[in-house]
């Protein structure tokens, strides 16, 4: 029987702080696990922290050498080739539960999308874009769970898309000072706040398009069929 793979003391060490620093509500759930999946989560978790703070801790016109880097360490991540600890004790994490290296690239891409200035149509848009930021982080939980059943990837994707839309409601005025505007640019007109993606002032109208719009919609058709589509790509426990 195949002996399975520990994770150094040190990075467990660094990615509990980790947990225990940026989020007290994950931290308090880890809790739940027992302790090698609680270990791992929280070397996921503090992977997406440092990619998530690489981005937005720095200035502006540095935020595009960010992602590069990122997308850089991932390469190394999967190569097998890492000294920093978070990223080493990823690596093993990934081996180990067969994280697809799709999942981490999807999330540096959603953080690019913010460095570009992305603005969202529609609430399609507005879905890939969380799913790339949120879901993505459901579905590599979903490996280091040891979940075996494929059914359980889309759930997981839309819990993650909740999870975001709630998020960009309650951040509406911070993300507006960030020059960030995630509501959709049809919510916006149908709310009677039009244009105000290219305005410097917050309007009443944008949180209010966002407390009625984002809170209340629905997975049309079309929005199932794509956020199911790209969490049952690929299989849970498949090795890339």
Same mark, same amino acid.
């Given at each position: 029987?195949?002996?399975?793979?520990?994770v150094p003391l040190a990075p467990i060490a660094?990615?509990?702080?980790?947990?225990?620093?940026?989020?007290?509500? #994950?931290? &308090?759930?880890?809790?739940?696990?027992?302790?090698?999946?609680?270990?791992?989560?929280?070397?996921?978790?503090?992977?997406?922290?440092?990619?998530?703070? @690489?981005?937005?801790?720095?200035?502006?016109?540095?935020? !595009?050498?960010?992602?590069?880097?990122?997308?850089?360490? =991932?390469?190394?991540?999967?190569?097998?080739?890492?000294? %920093? +600890?978070?990223?080493?004790?990823?690596?093993?994490?990934?081996?180990?539960?067969?994280? !697809?290296?799709?999942? +981490?690239?999807?999330?540096?891409?959603? &953080?690019? &999308?913010?460095? %570009?200035?992305?603005?969202?149509?529609?609430?399609?848009?507005?879905?890939?874009?969380? #799913?790339?930021?949120?879901?993505?982080?459901?579905?590599?939980?979903?490996?280091? #769970?040891?979940?075996?059943?494929?059914?359980?990837?889309? +759930?997981?994707?839309? =819990?993650?898309?909740?999870?975001?839309?709630?998020?960009?409601?309650?951040?509406? @005025?911070?993300?507006?000072?960030?020059?960030? =505007?995630?509501? !959709? %640019?049809?919510?916006?007109?149908?709310?009677?706040?039009?244009?105000?993606?290219?305005?410097? &002032?917050?309007?009443?109208?944008?949180?209010? @398009?966002?407390?009625?719009? =984002?809170?209340?919609?629905?997975?049309? +058709?079309?929005?199932?069929?794509?956020?199911?589509?790209?969490?049952?790509? !690929?299989?849970?426990?498949?090795?890339?």
């Open positions: 029987m195949t002996a399975l793979l520990q660094i990615a509990r702080a980790e947990i225990e620093r940026g989020s007290k509500s #994950f931290a &308090m759930a880890s809790k739940l696990l027992d302790q090698r999946t609680r270990d791992q989560t929280a070397v996921v978790y503090a992977f997406c922290r440092r990619a998530d703070d @690489a981005v937005d801790e720095v200035a502006p016109e540095e935020q !595009p050498a960010a992602v590069v880097r990122l997308t850089s360490e =991932l390469s190394a991540i999967y190569g097998g080739v890492v000294e %920093d +600890p978070v990223l080493a004790a990823f690596n093993q994490v990934a081996w180990e539960r067969a994280i !697809p290296r799709h999942y +981490p690239a999807e999330l540096i891409a959603g &953080m690019a &999308m913010d460095v %570009d200035g992305t603005r969202y149509r529609d609430f399609r848009e507005l879905h890939h874009y969380c #799913f790339r930021v949120a879901s993505v982080v459901g579905l590599m939980m979903c490996h280091v #769970f040891g979940i075996r059943d494929d059914a359980a990837l889309v +759930p997981a994707a839309r =819990l993650g898309i909740a999870m975001q839309l709630t998020n960009i409601c309650r951040d509406i @005025a911070e993300d507006w000072t960030r020059g960030r =505007l995630y509501v !959709p %640019d049809d919510l916006l007109a149908l709310h009677g706040a039009g244009g105000l993606a290219g305005d410097r &002032m917050l309007a009443h109208g944008v949180r209010l @398009a966002g407390e009625r719009g =984002l809170v209340g919609a629905e997975l049309g +058709p079309r929005e199932h069929d794509a956020v199911g589509g790209e969490a049952r790509r !690929p299989r849970v426990g498949q090795h890339l």
